[in-house]
């Protein structure tokens, strides 16, 4: 037989006796609603407040707590207004002593520290709704059971980037989720961690101002009373919960004024990015809410908030319907009209172009996004843009198979139809995905890497190449003007070339292709050599015959160097409109070409098979093409771009060009004569610093795309320009974003790449990460098999 709630109530004053406590009002008041409640026929909630208890009333209240499942009480709602004098410890064994009836937990958790969130995170909640807003979380890993859970509120988390591998894999019933201004950003890794909530109907990461939960906002409903949304909202008992939400809005925002900064620092907790716990950042109190909250992508995206080519405004209106319709103006397929109402407190993922419709099109149980019901029409529009704009495997495949079955296919069904290619693609798509967050292993370049080393010191790169021949080679030209032949593999240093006179930058770097065992180095202070690494000694002293080198005539403030495809020939530019040429094999400059652009050459790349051919690249918004034959006074042609060119690369079978200018202004030209064939239409972020690089993968089947100014590497499809991923850059336990530098697509395997990444703090050296698109992360690197071995040339490396 239940127990009565008077019989509780005096149990509960008879456990403060025991303890010597004076039993609490506000506890006495939950009881004597309840009963009122139940003897009304009502629901008796018991309902409690953090914030009016005290040390001493854990005690008794936790006996009470532990026999509410045996009671006559329907829920209980443990909340939270205002700080809490109760330790976290103490409060979580609260929340976990109530196991089938506890309904609403709203908590504020700035005022519990670390344990707390990690110990809610590993033990889990019976609770069926949980308000975490302002937590502290860095990457979200619940992995604890709510298997009652089905709302989960983490609005205004301002520390929250990512999910855990099996984060959502305990909340089977989870309905709603809301992830207003946070930091999340990503939308290949956030909707692969969210496809792990196979009931999720209602979801937002931004809200309409007059909605305190995820549920469809009224004024859009009827707005769209006239399209089948087949959609019945979750039933009133339910959302009388969730109303709770709305009693604190005004509380927070006295407690996190608007524009309140400054406020102290506390402690920093990081884990490794093994850790199966969650991550929680303290470094900040939360800041306040804010419609123009600054993030990852740094201030400078704000510069150009106004023409982010995705909409944060989703509400539509008939006046702005109209509007279109009698434009003259042709509407694009993608467009979402800006109207009356504004949405507030957007995270970044809100900015990527399309975010609507992509999350639209992977979530097809999805009933409400962002307050607004999802139509049937808004699925078709989504189908569409998401076919046209995004990848979901590579190489166009559309459905994930097992790599087993692929194998299967290969060797035992022999099918004569499909090649080598054909499955070695499969397998590729495959195991991209099935891979959620990609593995990113910073190299670890340090003089302990070379047997002869008396000293530890870690290198800072600045430059780095590929080997053209060797699979697990590459050299790295550092800011301290050294060059590291490294084994990329094994972490060992293959060769040391120390810095030449006073301290210099390496910027250029180039492997000769038929001697590749020479490369040609060039540093900002003009310096040019050419190393033939295999007369360097293995040794780290830094010492080597006269004959491993030759100096050339300086360039001055160099910033590229390229060889061309017979190694005959090398082109250096630098901080000026002029090119030089220079003849190998004599080790003499032959001529400057001067006036090639209006304003300073960043990039001059030869083609790959045409050893005339050449390509210039300059702030001056021009790309240009040369030959040699023809002596270049005159390009063969010029294409303009709308900024600052950054650089420019051929496609390995030189088809195309590859132009990129500042701020994700990247496109594909036809080689020959410079039309355009690609635009891959990367939004920009407002910023005249941004500074962007991209470079082929896998052949010409990919290209991959950073900035300097955001911790993000895009790879697009090189034959439609569509998005197949975005991999986000991060520092290694430490919580902090890596910006991109420069960045190469590994030449000997598929969905590899490194990046050449620099922290914000000056503090930070920059690092070589390497990333691996076919392995996730969490995946032990030692039981990984290298397929590729190393070649000839008799550099195998340590």
């Known amino acids: 037989m239940a127990i009565d709630i008077r019989t509780l109530k005096d149990r509960y004053i008879d456990f403060c006796k025991d303890w010597s406590a004076v039993p609490n009002k506000a506890a006495l008041s939950a009881f004597l609603k309840a009963e009122l409640k139940k003897s009304n026929n009502e629901e008796s909630t018991f309902v409690i407040y953090l914030d009016e208890l005290k040390s001493v009333d854990f005690h008794p209240l936790y006996n009470v ?12 709602d443990i909340l939270q207004k205002s700080t809490c004098s109760l330790e976290g410890d103490s409060v979580l064994l609260l929340l976990q002593a109530v196991k089938q009836k506890l309904r609403v937990v709203d908590l504020q958790d700035r005022s519990f520290g670390k344990d707390f969130l990690l110990g809610l995170s590993l033990g889990g909640l019976a609770c069926q709704i949980l308000n975490l807003k302002f937590s502290h979380f860095r990457k979200l890993n619940m992995i604890g059971k709510f298997t009652q859970m089905h709302t989960l509120n983490l609005d205004f988390s301002a520390s929250l980037t990512s999910f855990g591998k099996d984060c959502f894999t305990c909340m089977p019933n989870l309905k709603c989720l809301s992830l207003c201004d946070t930091k999340i950003s990503n939308l290949w890794t956030t909707s692969a961690s969210l496809a792990k909530i196979p009931n999720l109907i209602e979801l937002r990461f931004q809200s309409c101002l007059c909605c305190d939960d995820t549920k469809a906002c009224p004024s ?18 339910v959302r009388e919960g969730m109303d709770l939400f709305s009693h604190v809005e005004d509380e927070l925002l006295n407690v996190f004024p608007v524009g309140n900064y400054n406020n102290p620092a506390h402690e920093i907790v990081s884990e490794s990015d093994e850790s199966t716990d969650s991550e929680v950042d303290f470094s900040n109190t939360r800041r306040g809410v804010s419609l ?31 509007s279109w319709s009698s434009s003259t103006i042709s509407r694009p397929a993608s467009h979402i009209s800006r109207i009356k109402r504004l949405s507030y407190h957007p995270s970044p993922i809100c900015y990527e172009k399309h975010y609507r419709e992509y999350l639209i099109a992977s979530f097809p149980n999805l009933k409400i996004l962002d307050n607004r019901p999802i139509t049937i029409a808004d699925k078709d529009r989504a189908a569409i843009i998401y076919s046209e704009n995004f990848e979901y495997l590579p190489y166009q495949r559309t459905n994930k ?3 087993l079955n692929i194998l299967q296919n290969r060797e035992i069904k022999g099918n004569k139809n499909k090649s080598h290619l054909y499955y070695s693609r499969s397998l590729g798509a495959s195991k991209v995905g099935c891979t959620i967050l990609p593995s990113l292993h910073p190299l670890a370049i340090t003089t302990a890497s070379s047997v002869s080393s008396n000293s530890v010191r870690r290198f800072r ?12 080679l590459m050299a790295v030209g550092t800011l301290d003007g050294e060059v590291v032949v490294v084994n990329h593999e094994s972490e060992k240093i293959v060769r040391y070339i120390p810095s030449h006179g006073a301290m210099n930058s390496v910027l250029g770097l180039c492997w000769l292709k038929k001697y590749p065992t020479k490369l040609i180095s060039g540093s900002d202070n003009g310096l040019l050599k050419l190393y033939d690494i295999q007369q360097i000694p293995s040794t780290n002293n830094g010492i080597y015959p006269s004959g491993a080198s030759v100096s050339f005539d300086e360039f001055d403030q160099l910033t590229s160097v390229h060889v061309n495809s017979v190694d005959e020939l090398f082109l250096a530019s630098g901080y000026s409109e002029h090119v030089a040429l220079y003849d190998i094999g004599t080790g003499k400059r032959l001529q400057v070409f001067t006036n090639m652009h209006r304003e300073h050459i960043n990039v001059v790349k030869f083609a790959n098979h045409s050893p005339s051919m050449f390509a210039t690249s300059s702030f001056d918004h021009d790309v240009k093409m040369w030959d040699l034959r023809q ?20 496609s390995p079978d030189d088809h195309y060009l590859l132009a990129s200018a500042v701020d994700n202004e990247v496109k594909q030209l036809l080689a020959v004569d410079g039309r355009l064939h690609l635009d891959f239409g990367i939004p920009p972020t407002g910023s005249s610093q941004n500074y962007t690089r991209s470079y082929y993968m896998n052949g010409r089947d990919y290209i991959l795309s950073g900035s300097c100014d955001e911790h993000v590497v895009r790879i697009c499809s090189a034959q439609t320009g569509r998005r197949l991923r975005d991999i986000s850059l991060e520092g290694r336990s430490s919580g902090s974003s890596m910006f991109v530098q420069s960045l190469r697509g590994d030449p000997f395997r598929d969905f590899n790449l490194s990046v050449l990444a620099a922290y914000l703090s000056p503090n930070s050296s920059p ?8 392995t996730s992360k969490d995946v032990d690197k ?15 490396g340590a």
């Open 65 to 76: 707590f532990v026999q509410f499942d045996l009671s006559e009480i329907d829920s209980v």
């Open 220 to 237: 859009s409903l009827s707005a769209k009373s006239d399209e089948n949304t087949s959609y019945n909202p979750i039933h009133e008992s």
């Open 292 to 322: 123009l909250e600054d993030f990852t992508y740094g201030s400078s995206v704000w510069n150009g908030l106004l023409d982010l080519p995705n909409e944060i405004f989703p509400w539509g209106s008939e006046d702005t319907e109209e």
């Open 401 to 403: 198979k097992s790599v």
């Open 461 to 472: 790169p600045r430059q780095f190449e590929y080997h053209p021949s060797n699979s697990n």
């Open 631 to 650: 002596k270049p006074i005159h390009p063969c042609y010029t294409v303009s771009s709308g900024r600052g060119n950054v650089m420019v690369c051929f």
């Open 767 to 774: 690092e070589i990460v390497k990333v691996n698109m076919l």
């Open 782 to 796: 030692d039981s990984l098999s290298d397929e590729h071995s190393p070649s000839a040339h008799g550099l195998k």
